[in-house]
């Protein structure tokens, strides 16, 4: 079959022997009716839901065929990159806050055939009568639990009613205790659901660590200090708390990195692209980072302040301990805190030392060049330019992401400062560029 041949072909172009049990399921309940997919963050939803769309695509319409919405900007970003390497010819786009929406209106000269965005993007565009949603017959609500928590219920609303064409609707959600509205027109959907085995989560250690005092700022270096550079994800309750940890952990010299929503675009791509490639082995975010990011599976969680409820909970410890890895959560309490009633078997104490080990420092740091995708330059374009100017060995360049206006490599931390040297004054395609 045709299907099969072009599903084939997009998982040979992304290196992909061998779907999980969820993606199969996903492909083998077809796409004529609506779907309701239940399935733990991390566990290739993204996949799931594109593969089969490419099936419904057609090369002779030039106008959007499918219309995928998603809570954050990040999200967003990471389902764009996963269509990209799928290469299927298809133009994609993709509108989010933070950034020129003159550069989003430039790129709808030539309508894409799959949309991606945020709902208050592409509620701007409709306002503004920048694209047209009416050839739209596929629906992807994406995370749509966490789009209704972030209070974009009115903006889905408003996009639900531009879409006179629509034959199909996805919902995808990592929870249970999603509702669906009247408004998203699903109606008797295929249901199929992967949540169960999260929630026991094998692989998971939890452990707690008492803080002497009210303020845990001592405990959680001493416990960063005992993790000897294994990669932890730190939850707090309120961006200012996030700051604030982040600043103090900044003064004692740890590599780390913070994430809330109050950031610009930029500096929280920065910031991912640092902890993703290993700059960073310390991420401290509010619950925007228990879900819907492209980061790797982490070893260690921390919450720094207790999960709200147990939703929240789940989801930050979804970050590590996924399929058959092992992974350890943290729950850091005060003295006037307790262990939370939701977590069924009381915790093994973890003890911390009376004298603090200093945290590990990161082997990798980050170079930053104010090139990127707009510029035309790729991947391929960094890693030659770094290899034959900067004079980098193979296993002296670590991960590489091009982003819109700009570019980030890991370097091995004591070959940085030789590196600008040699590079300072050299070009990239012709152009010159500025290294930090």
């Known amino acids: 079959m045709i299907e099969n041949e072009i599903i084939a072909r997009a998982l040979a172009n992304v290196g992909i022997e061998e779907l999980n049990e969820m993606q199969r399921a996903v492909l083998e309940a077809g796409t004529t009716k609506d779907m309701v997919l239940l399935s733990p963050t991390g566990s290739g939803k993204t996949l799931a839901f594109l593969l089969p769309l490419l099936t419904t695509l057609t090369p002779e319409e030039k106008k959007i065929q499918a219309l995928v919405i998603a809570p954050s900007r990040e999200l967003a970003l990471q389902i764009e990159t996963v269509f990209r390497s799928l290469g299927s010819g ?24 799959v949309l991606i965005g945020t ?15 009416d050839t739209v017959n596929t629906l992807i609500l994406d995370e749509f639990d966490k789009s209704l928590e972030l209070g974009f219920t009115a903006e889905m609303k408003e996009i ?38 999260n929630r026991s989560n094998k692989g998971l250690t939890v452990k707690k660590v008492q803080s002497p005092v009210k303020d845990k700022l001592e405990t959680l270096y001493k416990l960063l200090g005992e993790l000897q550079g294994e990669s932890a994800l730190v939850f707090c309750n309120l961006r200012e708390a996030v700051e604030r940890v982040s600043n103090y952990l900044t003064d004692r010299e740890v590599d780390n990195e913070a994430f809330h929503g109050g950031m610009e675009q930029p500096e929280r791509e920065r910031a991912l692209s640092k902890f993703r490639n290993g700059s960073a082995s310390v991420f401290i975010s509010t619950d925007l980072a228990a879900r819907g990011l ?9 919450h720094y302040h207790l999960p709200v409820n147990e939703e929240a909970y789940v989801h930050r410890n979804g970050r590590t301990a996924r399929m058959h890895a092992e992974g350890t959560a943290y729950l850091i309490l005060n003295e006037i805190e307790e262990v939370p009633e939701y977590i069924l078997r009381e915790p093994d104490e973890f003890y911390l030392p009376e004298q603090a080990k200093k945290p590990t420092p990161s082997a990798w740091v980050t170079l ?5 995708k707009r510029d035309k330059v790729s991947k391929k374009d960094i890693v030659g330019f770094l290899f034959q ?48």
């Open 90 to 113: 298809y133009k994609v786009n993709c509108f989010y806050g933070g950034h020129p929406i003159r550069t989003e209106k430039k790129s709808l000269e030539h309508p894409p055939t």
């Open 368 to 372: 930053t060049i104010n090139r990127g």
């Open 160 to 197: 639900l009613s531009h879409l006179p064409s629509v034959r199909r609707r996805v919902l995808t959600s990592a929870t249970e205790a999603v509702e669906i509205p009247p408004f998203t027109g699903i109606t008797q959907p295929v249901r199929l659901s992967f949540l169960t085995e």
């Open 119 to 133: 709902p208050g993007r592409i509620v701007d565009h409709l306002e503004r009568k920048n694209i047209d949603l």
């Open 294 to 302: 492209d980061i790797p599976e982490v070893k260690n969680v921390i």
């Open 389 to 436: 100017k900067g004079g980098l060995e193979k296993d002296e360049l670590g991960i590489v992401e091009v982003k819109e206006s700009c570019s980030f490599a890991a370097v091995k931390r004591g070959k940085l400062n030789e590196l600008i040297t040699r590079i300072r004054d050299e070009k990239i395609k012709n152009m010159k560029a500025k290294f930090s």
